[in-house]
């Protein structure tokens, strides 16, 4: 990074420092997220105030761990900001969560738990996401803590940790996810779609909720999530004995995802280019309706769900072998190009997380306070934003130069006129 970008970040935060209104923590403020920018393996707060002499330990751990001011008004700032820059109709909101690594037993949330980034179970801390996307560049909104069930079981755990008393209640990720969305949705932040990974996607209630936001939406599935054909009707069964049935049922039975899609139309379909080419998978798309209804008892088939919204079934093939499958409720005149799209525009929440992680240090914050680490997660999305603020504007300086050249070069070469 070129040397100026310090003054460059003390004038992008300005905006923020307006509402931190004690003059040591506007001073802390900037400091703590150059020292998370700036050289250094370990993003902690010892290591990064051992590398200046301007800011001493005790007030940065102070800011960040004790210090009393509400970090609302800066995330506000930030949403602004990521709206301004990547906001808008063709903008996607992506859900997902990251697994930060931790020793011990002490820091808020931390339990046995699964790791995608490990791929395994591990002692770790595991943060919903959620990230506002134009393209390929990405801006994070909000990071906020899942607690297991090991901790909203006990009390006097979350107490000394700091977990403000609304939270303390378990809620399933999905739940959280939900949540932010519609404070994305009252501060006014813009997208046009929502998407999601199967660990939210199989959940029938986020899906739904979703749908009753009037969202746009295209998530992950098992394998195994049960649908049932577009035309599927409801009739009256017919009563061999006994009473007249008074309840509809479904004229066909619902099939797994994987099976629907067995004998469908396959084609190859690409979605964007990639540092080696274009990228591309096989798809087949198919309009269904999910068995995610209220149960009713169905025959002999026991308890079954019923039909429910008509959406978007689709199925990829990787050229490794792997199939995924996917629902989405895009209009049913989308092609299969633009779903493919859709689903495979939420990469760039992974590529976020990475370098939350390995240039911005998410996973360093050595605290053991709620306040603590949603503070340190609120810097380092603000560093984030801020990089990414640069790079945009220097990719805009690259294509104004070229445009310039351009017409430089078409000037020189065209014949003279008298």
């Not at 770790?124 to 506002?132: E, F, K, N, P, R």
């Not at 932010?180 to 997208?191: H, L």
């Not at 009753?212 to 009256?236: E, N, S």
């Amino acid at each position: 990074m070129d040397e100026g970008w310090q003054a460059d970040l003390e004038r992008w935060l300005e905006p923020y420092l307006g509402s931190l209104a004690n003059k040591t923590r506007r001073r802390m403020c900037p400091a703590y997220i150059a020292g998370l920018i700036g050289p250094g393996d370990r993003k902690s707060i010892q290591p990064m105030a051992a590398r200046t002499d301007a800011i001493p330990y005790d007030r940065l751990h102070h800011f960040i761990g004790a210090g009393l001011w509400d970090s609302a008004p800066l995330e506000a700032t930030l949403w602004s900001q990521a709206d301004q820059l990547v906001g808008g109709n063709k903008a996607w909101l992506i859900i997902d969560d990251t697994a930060l690594p931790k020793k011990g037993k002490a820091s808020v949330g931390v339990a046995p738990q699964y790791a995608t980034v490990l791929g395994k179970n591990a002692n770790c801390q595991t943060m919903v996401s959620v990230t506002l996307a134009s393209g390929e560049v990405p801006i994070m909104l909000s990071l906020r803590l899942f607690l297991p069930e090991s901790w909203t079981g006990d009390v006097a755990r979350m107490t000394k940790a700091g977990v403000p008393e609304p939270l303390q209640s378990y809620r399933t990720k999905p739940e959280i996810a939900v949540e932010e969305i519609d404070r994305a949705i009252a501060a006014g932040v813009r997208f046009g779609c929502v998407l999601a990974d199967a660990g939210y996607g199989l959940s029938a209630s986020f899906r739904q909720a979703l749908t009753a936001r009037d969202l746009c939406w295209a998530v992950g599935i098992p394998r195994h999530q049960k649908v049932y054909p577009a035309d599927v009707q409801l009739i009256f069964p017919v009563a061999t004995r006994g009473r007249p049935r008074v309840r509809h049922v479904p004229d066909v039975k619902s099939r797994a995802a994987h099976a629907m899609l067995e004998d469908a139309k396959w084609r190859q379909v690409s979605w964007r280019r990639g540092t080696k080419g274009r990228l591309s998978a096989r798809f087949a798309a198919m309009r269904m309706r999910i068995a995610d209804g209220a149960p009713q008892r169905i025959g002999s088939a026991g308890a079954q769900h019923m039909p429910g919204e008509e959406v978007w079934l689709v199925g990829e093939r990787r050229s490794n072998g792997e199939r995924k499958y996917y629902l989405s409720n895009l209009p049913a005149g989308t092609s299969i190009r633009e779903l493919a799209g859709a689903i495979k525009a939420r990469w760039v929440c992974e590529q976020a997380h990475q370098q939350l992680k390995e240039e911005l240090g998410l996973d360093h914050f050595e605290g053991r306070s709620w306040t603590g680490l949603h503070r340190h997660a609120l810097m380092t999305m603000m560093a984030y934003a801020f990089l990414q603020t640069r790079r945009l504007a220097q990719a805009g300086r690259k294509k104004k130069s070229l445009r310039a050249a351009t017409s430089a070069q078409s000037a020189s070469s065209s014949p003279s006129h008298p």
